[in-house]
Protein backbone atom coordinates (compact mmCIF):
# COMPACT_ATOMS: atom_id res chain seq x y z
CA UNK A 1 0.00 0.00 0.00
CA UNK A 2 1.28 3.40 -0.58
CA UNK A 3 0.62 4.88 1.99
CA UNK A 4 0.86 2.45 4.88
CA UNK A 5 1.57 4.83 8.04
CA UNK A 6 -2.13 6.00 7.63
CA UNK A 7 -3.21 2.59 8.99
CA UNK A 8 -1.09 1.57 11.85
CA UNK A 9 -3.41 1.15 14.60
CA UNK A 10 -3.19 3.90 17.25
CA UNK A 11 -6.21 3.09 19.25
CA UNK A 12 -8.61 0.36 20.43
CA UNK A 13 -8.75 -2.06 17.95
CA UNK A 14 -12.23 -2.61 16.17
CA UNK A 15 -11.47 -6.15 13.94
CA UNK A 16 -13.37 -9.32 14.91
CA UNK A 17 -10.80 -12.35 15.21
CA UNK A 18 -10.03 -14.44 12.11
CA UNK A 19 -12.42 -17.33 13.10
CA UNK A 20 -15.56 -14.94 13.30
CA UNK A 21 -18.68 -16.32 11.47
CA UNK A 22 -20.70 -14.42 9.03
CA UNK A 23 -24.09 -13.63 10.39
CA UNK A 24 -27.87 -13.60 8.42
CA UNK A 25 -27.42 -9.94 8.24
CA UNK A 26 -24.35 -10.10 6.47
CA UNK A 27 -26.25 -12.82 3.40
CA UNK A 28 -29.28 -11.04 3.64
CA UNK A 29 -27.23 -7.52 2.92
CA UNK A 30 -25.51 -9.76 0.18
CA UNK A 31 -28.54 -11.11 -1.48
CA UNK A 32 -29.95 -7.97 -1.64
CA UNK A 33 -27.14 -6.13 -3.17
CA UNK A 34 -26.90 -9.42 -5.67
CA UNK A 35 -30.58 -8.92 -7.15
CA UNK A 36 -30.11 -5.06 -7.23
CA UNK A 37 -26.81 -5.61 -9.54
CA UNK A 38 -28.72 -8.34 -11.24
CA UNK A 39 -30.99 -5.63 -12.58
CA UNK A 40 -28.20 -3.37 -13.62
CA UNK A 41 -26.67 -6.00 -15.80
CA UNK A 42 -30.05 -7.30 -16.62
CA UNK A 43 -31.11 -3.41 -18.15
CA UNK A 44 -27.25 -2.93 -19.13
CA UNK A 45 -27.79 -6.03 -21.15
CA UNK A 46 -30.92 -5.31 -23.11
CA UNK A 47 -29.55 -3.05 -25.94
CA UNK A 48 -27.36 -5.45 -26.88
CA UNK A 49 -29.91 -8.45 -26.67
CA UNK A 50 -32.34 -6.47 -28.74
CA UNK A 51 -29.98 -4.97 -31.12
CA UNK A 52 -31.52 -6.33 -34.74
CA UNK A 53 -35.16 -5.39 -33.61
CA UNK A 54 -33.92 -1.83 -32.52
CA UNK A 55 -31.80 -1.66 -35.26
CA UNK A 56 -35.01 -2.84 -37.91
CA UNK A 57 -37.26 -0.02 -35.85
CA UNK A 58 -34.95 2.59 -35.43
CA UNK A 59 -32.81 2.03 -38.92
CA UNK A 60 -29.54 2.83 -36.98
CA UNK A 61 -25.97 1.44 -38.31
CA UNK A 62 -23.30 -0.51 -36.54
CA UNK A 63 -21.35 1.98 -35.58
CA UNK A 64 -24.69 4.09 -33.80
CA UNK A 65 -25.10 0.50 -32.31
CA UNK A 66 -21.89 0.53 -30.37
CA UNK A 67 -22.15 4.23 -29.34
CA UNK A 68 -25.02 3.47 -27.87
CA UNK A 69 -23.71 0.78 -25.15
CA UNK A 70 -20.35 1.70 -25.49
CA UNK A 71 -19.18 5.46 -25.25
CA UNK A 72 -22.82 7.00 -24.36
CA UNK A 73 -23.33 5.20 -22.09
CA UNK A 74 -19.70 4.98 -20.30
CA UNK A 75 -19.58 8.71 -20.50
CA UNK A 76 -21.99 9.20 -17.54
CA UNK A 77 -21.35 5.85 -16.28
CA UNK A 78 -17.71 6.11 -15.70
CA UNK A 79 -17.03 9.84 -14.63
CA UNK A 80 -20.27 10.25 -12.62
CA UNK A 81 -19.05 7.15 -10.58
CA UNK A 82 -16.04 9.31 -8.55
CA UNK A 83 -18.34 12.17 -6.97
CA UNK A 84 -20.90 9.23 -6.52
CA UNK A 85 -17.98 7.43 -5.02
CA UNK A 86 -16.86 10.29 -2.75
CA UNK A 87 -20.24 10.53 -2.06
CA UNK A 88 -21.03 7.27 -0.79
CA UNK A 89 -17.48 7.40 1.53
CA UNK A 90 -18.96 10.46 3.52
CA UNK A 91 -22.66 9.24 3.77
CA UNK A 92 -25.12 6.74 3.99
CA UNK A 93 -24.00 4.24 1.29
CA UNK A 94 -27.10 2.28 1.43
CA UNK A 95 -29.61 5.65 0.20
CA UNK A 96 -27.02 6.12 -2.39
CA UNK A 97 -27.18 2.74 -3.83
CA UNK A 98 -31.12 3.36 -3.59
CA UNK A 99 -31.27 6.95 -5.43
CA UNK A 100 -29.11 5.62 -8.24
CA UNK A 101 -31.61 2.60 -8.60
CA UNK A 102 -34.51 4.78 -9.04
CA UNK A 103 -32.60 6.84 -11.81
CA UNK A 104 -31.31 4.08 -13.64
CA UNK A 105 -34.57 2.17 -13.79
CA UNK A 106 -36.88 5.61 -14.49
CA UNK A 107 -33.96 6.09 -17.67
CA UNK A 108 -35.05 2.44 -18.79
CA UNK A 109 -38.38 2.90 -18.84
CA UNK A 110 -37.84 6.09 -21.20
CA UNK A 111 -35.51 4.00 -23.25
CA UNK A 112 -38.73 1.81 -23.79
CA UNK A 113 -40.64 4.99 -24.67
CA UNK A 114 -37.98 6.14 -27.45
CA UNK A 115 -39.33 6.87 -30.92
CA UNK A 116 -36.25 7.93 -32.30
CA UNK A 117 -32.32 7.40 -32.28
CA UNK A 118 -31.26 10.85 -30.04
CA UNK A 119 -34.60 10.14 -27.65
CA UNK A 120 -32.81 6.52 -26.75
CA UNK A 121 -29.21 7.93 -26.80
CA UNK A 122 -30.40 10.21 -24.35
CA UNK A 123 -32.46 7.71 -22.06
CA UNK A 124 -29.04 5.30 -22.58
CA UNK A 125 -26.73 8.31 -20.92
CA UNK A 126 -29.08 8.61 -18.23
CA UNK A 127 -29.25 4.84 -17.34
CA UNK A 128 -25.71 5.35 -17.31
CA UNK A 129 -25.82 8.30 -14.67
CA UNK A 130 -28.01 6.40 -12.51
CA UNK A 131 -25.75 2.69 -13.06
CA UNK A 132 -22.91 5.09 -11.67
CA UNK A 133 -23.95 4.68 -8.39
CA UNK A 134 -24.86 0.88 -7.98
CA UNK A 135 -21.47 -1.06 -7.77
CA UNK A 136 -18.34 1.49 -5.93
CA UNK A 137 -20.93 1.59 -2.87
CA UNK A 138 -21.52 -1.85 -2.93
CA UNK A 139 -18.63 -3.60 -3.30
CA UNK A 140 -17.66 -1.29 0.10
CA UNK A 141 -21.10 -2.45 2.03
CA UNK A 142 -19.91 -6.26 1.51
CA UNK A 143 -16.44 -5.43 2.59
CA UNK A 144 -17.93 -3.93 5.56
CA UNK A 145 -20.37 -6.94 6.16
CA UNK A 146 -17.39 -9.55 5.36
CA UNK A 147 -13.72 -10.22 7.10
CA UNK A 148 -11.06 -10.26 4.92
CA UNK A 149 -11.03 -14.06 4.48
CA UNK A 150 -14.24 -14.11 3.67
CA UNK A 151 -14.29 -11.29 0.69
CA UNK A 152 -13.16 -12.88 -1.89
CA UNK A 153 -15.64 -15.38 -1.97
CA UNK A 154 -18.43 -12.63 -0.85
CA UNK A 155 -17.13 -10.73 -3.88
CA UNK A 156 -16.92 -13.66 -6.31
CA UNK A 157 -21.11 -14.00 -4.86
CA UNK A 158 -21.58 -10.66 -5.33
CA UNK A 159 -20.55 -10.60 -8.98
CA UNK A 160 -22.37 -13.27 -10.29
CA UNK A 161 -24.70 -10.72 -10.70
CA UNK A 162 -23.65 -9.68 -14.10
CA UNK A 163 -23.88 -13.10 -15.58
CA UNK A 164 -27.12 -13.63 -13.87
CA UNK A 165 -28.31 -10.78 -15.16
CA UNK A 166 -27.10 -11.13 -18.67
CA UNK A 167 -28.77 -14.70 -18.94
CA UNK A 168 -32.03 -12.99 -17.78
CA UNK A 169 -31.96 -10.35 -20.02
CA UNK A 170 -31.49 -12.64 -23.21
CA UNK A 171 -34.24 -14.68 -21.87
CA UNK A 172 -36.27 -12.51 -20.72
CA UNK A 173 -35.84 -9.84 -23.44
CA UNK A 174 -35.31 -11.97 -26.48
CA UNK A 175 -38.93 -13.62 -25.55
CA UNK A 176 -40.64 -10.64 -25.12
CA UNK A 177 -39.22 -9.21 -28.11
CA UNK A 178 -40.14 -12.21 -29.94
CA UNK A 179 -43.74 -12.21 -28.70
CA UNK A 180 -44.47 -9.00 -28.18
CA UNK A 181 -42.03 -5.66 -28.51
CA UNK A 182 -38.89 -4.69 -27.78
CA UNK A 183 -39.94 -1.72 -25.73
CA UNK A 184 -41.78 -3.65 -23.46
CA UNK A 185 -38.55 -5.25 -22.19
CA UNK A 186 -37.60 -2.18 -21.03
CA UNK A 187 -40.70 -0.98 -19.64
CA UNK A 188 -40.77 -4.37 -17.25
CA UNK A 189 -37.66 -4.34 -16.12
CA UNK A 190 -37.36 -0.04 -15.75
CA UNK A 191 -41.00 -1.34 -13.40
CA UNK A 192 -39.47 -3.79 -11.18
CA UNK A 193 -35.65 -1.67 -10.47
CA UNK A 194 -38.16 1.03 -9.27
CA UNK A 195 -39.82 -1.37 -6.92
CA UNK A 196 -36.50 -2.71 -5.72
CA UNK A 197 -35.04 0.87 -5.39
CA UNK A 198 -37.44 1.60 -2.64
CA UNK A 199 -37.01 -2.13 -0.96
CA UNK A 200 -33.52 -2.05 -0.60
CA UNK A 201 -33.89 0.67 1.97
CA UNK A 202 -35.77 -1.39 4.30
CA UNK A 203 -33.36 -4.63 3.42
CA UNK A 204 -30.43 -3.19 4.00
CA UNK A 205 -28.76 -1.65 6.97
CA UNK A 206 -25.56 0.35 6.56
CA UNK A 207 -22.97 -1.22 8.12
CA UNK A 208 -19.88 0.41 10.25
CA UNK A 209 -16.69 1.02 7.81
CA UNK A 210 -13.59 -0.98 8.76
CA UNK A 211 -15.18 -2.75 11.69
CA UNK A 212 -13.64 -6.31 10.63
CA UNK A 213 -10.40 -4.59 9.42
CA UNK A 214 -8.22 -4.23 12.84
CA UNK A 215 -8.29 -0.83 12.51
CA UNK A 216 -7.92 1.97 15.54
CA UNK A 217 -11.71 3.65 15.68
CA UNK A 218 -10.31 7.35 14.76
CA UNK A 219 -8.82 5.39 11.49
CA UNK A 220 -12.08 3.82 10.72
CA UNK A 221 -13.81 7.39 11.44
CA UNK A 222 -11.25 9.41 9.45
CA UNK A 223 -12.88 11.06 6.46
CA UNK A 224 -11.00 10.88 3.27
CA UNK A 225 -10.45 13.20 1.17
CA UNK A 226 -11.10 13.62 -2.33
CA UNK A 227 -7.47 14.35 -3.85
CA UNK A 228 -5.67 11.85 -0.99
CA UNK A 229 -7.57 9.18 -2.35
CA UNK A 230 -7.04 9.75 -6.28
CA UNK A 231 -3.77 10.69 -5.19
CA UNK A 232 -3.07 7.63 -3.45
CA UNK A 233 -5.12 5.66 -6.14
CA UNK A 234 -2.97 7.00 -8.90
CA UNK A 235 0.60 6.01 -7.51
CA UNK A 236 -0.15 2.52 -6.51
CA UNK A 237 1.75 0.74 -9.36
CA UNK A 238 -0.64 -2.60 -7.97
CA UNK A 239 -4.16 -0.75 -8.61
CA UNK A 240 -2.97 0.85 -11.67
CA UNK A 241 -2.13 -2.57 -13.47
CA UNK A 242 -5.22 -4.13 -11.67
CA UNK A 243 -7.44 -1.22 -13.56
CA UNK A 244 -5.78 -1.14 -16.79
CA UNK A 245 -5.65 -5.15 -17.22
CA UNK A 246 -9.09 -5.18 -16.37
CA UNK A 247 -10.13 -2.52 -18.96
CA UNK A 248 -8.02 -3.97 -21.92
CA UNK A 249 -9.88 -7.45 -20.79
CA UNK A 250 -13.32 -5.71 -20.66
CA UNK A 251 -12.61 -4.07 -24.06
CA UNK A 252 -12.94 -7.38 -25.21
CA UNK A 253 -15.87 -8.83 -22.91
CA UNK A 254 -18.11 -5.49 -23.91
CA UNK A 255 -16.77 -5.54 -27.54
CA UNK A 256 -17.70 -9.20 -27.91
CA UNK A 257 -20.87 -8.68 -25.95
CA UNK A 258 -22.34 -6.01 -27.14
CA UNK A 259 -22.62 -7.39 -30.63
CA UNK A 260 -22.39 -11.52 -29.74
CA UNK A 261 -26.60 -11.60 -30.58
CA UNK A 262 -26.35 -9.62 -33.42
CA UNK A 263 -23.20 -12.21 -34.65
CA UNK A 264 -25.09 -15.03 -34.02
CA UNK A 265 -28.21 -13.99 -35.89
CA UNK A 266 -27.02 -11.85 -38.93
CA UNK A 267 -24.17 -14.11 -39.71
CA UNK A 268 -24.24 -17.21 -38.13
CA UNK A 269 -28.04 -17.89 -38.83
CA UNK A 270 -29.47 -17.82 -34.94
CA UNK A 271 -33.43 -17.23 -34.81
CA UNK A 272 -34.38 -15.15 -31.91
CA UNK A 273 -36.26 -17.54 -29.80
CA UNK A 274 -33.33 -19.80 -29.89
CA UNK A 275 -30.61 -16.93 -28.79
CA UNK A 276 -33.60 -16.50 -25.75
CA UNK A 277 -32.67 -20.21 -24.51
CA UNK A 278 -29.52 -21.26 -25.75
CA UNK A 279 -27.27 -18.03 -25.61
CA UNK A 280 -28.82 -17.26 -22.42
CA UNK A 281 -27.81 -20.67 -20.84
CA UNK A 282 -24.23 -20.30 -22.36
CA UNK A 283 -24.18 -16.52 -20.72
CA UNK A 284 -25.77 -17.73 -17.59
CA UNK A 285 -23.70 -21.01 -16.51
CA UNK A 286 -19.91 -19.64 -18.19
CA UNK A 287 -20.13 -16.54 -16.79
CA UNK A 288 -21.39 -17.79 -13.31
CA UNK A 289 -19.35 -20.49 -13.10
CA UNK A 290 -16.42 -18.32 -13.87
CA UNK A 291 -16.91 -15.61 -11.66
CA UNK A 292 -17.50 -18.35 -9.18
CA UNK A 293 -14.64 -19.96 -9.59
CA UNK A 294 -12.33 -17.20 -9.55
CA UNK A 295 -14.00 -16.47 -6.31
CA UNK A 296 -12.41 -19.28 -4.77
CA UNK A 297 -9.46 -18.96 -6.93
CA UNK A 298 -8.29 -15.71 -5.10
CA UNK A 299 -9.64 -16.77 -1.96
CA UNK A 300 -7.29 -19.82 -1.79
CA UNK A 301 -4.20 -18.75 -4.03
CA UNK A 302 -3.50 -14.86 -2.37
CA UNK A 303 -3.29 -16.92 0.76
CA UNK A 304 -0.13 -18.26 -0.17
CA UNK A 305 0.85 -15.63 -2.47
CA UNK A 306 -0.61 -12.00 -3.30
CA UNK A 307 0.97 -12.27 -7.10
CA UNK A 308 -2.07 -14.51 -7.38
CA UNK A 309 -4.17 -11.65 -8.06
CA UNK A 310 -2.32 -10.96 -11.44
CA UNK A 311 -1.68 -15.11 -12.34
CA UNK A 312 -5.20 -16.04 -12.32
CA UNK A 313 -6.74 -13.69 -14.71
CA UNK A 314 -3.58 -14.14 -16.95
CA UNK A 315 -3.43 -17.73 -16.68
CA UNK A 316 -7.44 -17.74 -17.64
CA UNK A 317 -7.31 -15.62 -20.59
CA UNK A 318 -4.14 -17.32 -22.07
CA UNK A 319 -6.74 -20.51 -21.95
CA UNK A 320 -9.49 -18.32 -23.55
CA UNK A 321 -7.70 -17.33 -26.48
CA UNK A 322 -8.20 -20.63 -29.20
CA UNK A 323 -12.10 -21.00 -27.32
CA UNK A 324 -12.44 -17.44 -28.78
CA UNK A 325 -10.97 -17.71 -32.13
CA UNK A 326 -13.34 -20.88 -33.01
CA UNK A 327 -15.89 -19.30 -31.96
CA UNK A 328 -15.52 -16.45 -34.62
CA UNK A 329 -14.34 -18.76 -36.93
CA UNK A 330 -17.31 -21.57 -36.49
CA UNK A 331 -19.57 -22.09 -39.99
CA UNK A 332 -22.86 -22.52 -37.99
CA UNK A 333 -24.37 -21.24 -34.60
CA UNK A 334 -24.55 -24.21 -32.54
CA UNK A 335 -20.89 -24.91 -33.49
CA UNK A 336 -20.00 -21.40 -32.54
CA UNK A 337 -22.00 -21.67 -29.01
CA UNK A 338 -20.63 -24.81 -27.83
CA UNK A 339 -16.99 -22.64 -28.42
CA UNK A 340 -18.05 -19.69 -26.43
CA UNK A 341 -18.45 -21.42 -23.44
CA UNK A 342 -14.77 -21.60 -23.19
CA UNK A 343 -13.93 -17.63 -23.51
CA UNK A 344 -17.46 -17.33 -21.51
CA UNK A 345 -16.21 -18.74 -18.35
CA UNK A 346 -12.31 -17.51 -18.94
CA UNK A 347 -12.89 -14.50 -19.36
CA UNK A 348 -14.21 -13.14 -16.02
CA UNK A 349 -11.60 -14.52 -13.68
CA UNK A 350 -10.10 -10.90 -13.48
CA UNK A 351 -12.99 -9.38 -12.07
CA UNK A 352 -12.93 -11.10 -8.81
CA UNK A 353 -9.16 -10.40 -8.63
CA UNK A 354 -9.23 -6.89 -9.13
CA UNK A 355 -12.01 -6.00 -6.51
CA UNK A 356 -10.43 -8.11 -3.91
CA UNK A 357 -7.57 -6.29 -4.66
CA UNK A 358 -8.10 -2.97 -4.49
CA UNK A 359 -10.57 -3.54 -1.41
CA UNK A 360 -7.53 -4.89 0.57
CA UNK A 361 -4.95 -2.56 -0.83
CA UNK A 362 -6.82 0.58 0.22
CA UNK A 363 -8.16 1.58 3.68
CA UNK A 364 -11.63 1.40 4.54
CA UNK A 365 -12.87 5.14 4.10
CA UNK A 366 -11.55 5.09 0.58
CA UNK A 367 -13.64 1.70 -0.50
CA UNK A 368 -16.10 3.38 -2.32
CA UNK A 369 -14.09 6.19 -4.12
CA UNK A 370 -11.29 3.66 -4.94
CA UNK A 371 -14.02 1.03 -6.22
CA UNK A 372 -15.27 4.19 -8.38
CA UNK A 373 -11.89 4.73 -9.59
CA UNK A 374 -11.39 1.28 -10.75
CA UNK A 375 -14.40 1.22 -12.24
CA UNK A 376 -13.53 4.68 -14.04
CA UNK A 377 -10.53 2.91 -15.52
CA UNK A 378 -11.50 -0.15 -16.38
CA UNK A 379 -15.24 0.40 -17.98
CA UNK A 380 -13.84 3.43 -19.97
CA UNK A 381 -11.53 1.20 -21.83
CA UNK A 382 -13.67 -1.78 -22.25
CA UNK A 383 -17.36 -0.46 -21.63
CA UNK A 384 -16.50 2.88 -23.77
CA UNK A 385 -13.98 1.42 -25.77
CA UNK A 386 -14.99 -1.85 -26.75
CA UNK A 387 -18.34 -1.86 -28.09
CA UNK A 388 -17.35 1.84 -29.86
CA UNK A 389 -14.47 0.05 -31.19
CA UNK A 390 -16.24 -3.25 -32.70
CA UNK A 391 -19.12 -1.32 -34.18
CA UNK A 392 -16.83 0.87 -36.18
CA UNK A 393 -14.40 -1.84 -37.50
CA UNK A 394 -17.74 -3.84 -38.44
CA UNK A 395 -18.82 -0.64 -40.61
CA UNK A 396 -15.21 -0.90 -41.62
CA UNK A 397 -15.12 -4.34 -42.91
CA UNK A 398 -18.71 -3.77 -44.54
CA UNK A 399 -17.04 -2.83 -47.68
CA UNK A 400 -14.73 -5.94 -48.18
CA UNK A 401 -16.60 -8.52 -46.23
CA UNK A 402 -20.69 -7.42 -46.54
CA UNK A 403 -21.63 -10.63 -45.42
CA UNK A 404 -19.00 -11.04 -42.67
CA UNK A 405 -18.09 -7.69 -41.65
CA UNK A 406 -19.31 -8.34 -37.72
CA UNK A 407 -16.75 -11.77 -38.01
CA UNK A 408 -13.64 -9.33 -39.09
CA UNK A 409 -14.08 -6.76 -36.71
CA UNK A 410 -14.21 -9.66 -33.47
CA UNK A 411 -11.31 -11.23 -35.38
CA UNK A 412 -9.33 -7.96 -34.72
CA UNK A 413 -9.92 -8.21 -31.16
CA UNK A 414 -7.29 -10.88 -30.03
CA UNK A 415 -4.51 -8.70 -29.55
CA UNK A 416 -6.05 -7.24 -26.56
CA UNK A 417 -6.06 -10.71 -24.67
CA UNK A 418 -2.02 -10.18 -25.31
CA UNK A 419 -2.41 -6.86 -23.92
CA UNK A 420 -4.61 -8.17 -21.19
CA UNK A 421 -2.09 -10.94 -20.30
CA UNK A 422 0.54 -8.59 -20.34
CA UNK A 423 -0.51 -6.75 -17.77
CA UNK A 424 -1.69 -8.97 -15.07
CA UNK A 425 1.75 -10.84 -15.66
CA UNK A 426 2.86 -7.19 -14.73
CA UNK A 427 0.76 -6.99 -11.62
CA UNK A 428 1.83 -10.49 -10.40
CA UNK A 429 5.36 -9.09 -10.74
CA UNK A 430 4.64 -6.01 -8.82
CA UNK A 431 2.83 -7.74 -5.79
CA UNK A 432 5.74 -10.55 -6.15
CA UNK A 433 8.55 -7.81 -5.30
CA UNK A 434 7.00 -6.22 -2.24
CA UNK A 435 8.98 -6.90 1.26
CA UNK A 436 6.91 -9.03 4.18
CA UNK A 437 5.68 -5.68 5.75
CA UNK A 438 4.30 -4.07 2.69
CA UNK A 439 2.59 -7.19 2.16
CA UNK A 440 1.44 -7.41 5.89
CA UNK A 441 0.61 -3.84 5.48
Known sequence: MSQPEAIVPDGPMTAAPPGQGVGARAWVALGALWFIYVLNFLDRQLL?????????SLQITDSQLGLLGGLYFAMFYCFIAIPVGWLADRTNRVRVLAIACGIWSAATVACGLSRTYTQLAVARMTVGFGEAGGVPPSYAIIADYFPPHRRGMALGLYNLGPPIGAALG????????????????????GAVGIVAAIAVVFAVREPRRGGLDGLAVGAVQHKAGFLETLKMFFTNPALLLASF??????FITYGLGNFATLFLMREKGMALADVAVWYALVVGVGMSAGIFCSGWAIDRFTRRSKRAYGLVPALSLVLAIPFYCAFVWAPTWPLALAFLTGPTFLNYFYLSSSVALVQAEVRPNQRVMSGALLLLVMNFIGLGLGPTYVGAASDFFRASHPDHSLQMALYTLVPFYLLAIGLFLWLARVLGRRTPTEVSQ
Not at 48 to 56: G, H, R
Not at 170 to 189: N, T
Not at 245 to 250: D, E, F, L, N, P
Open 48 to 56: SILAKPIQD
Open 170 to 189: IAFGASIAAAFSWRDAFLVV
Open 245 to 250: GSGATQ
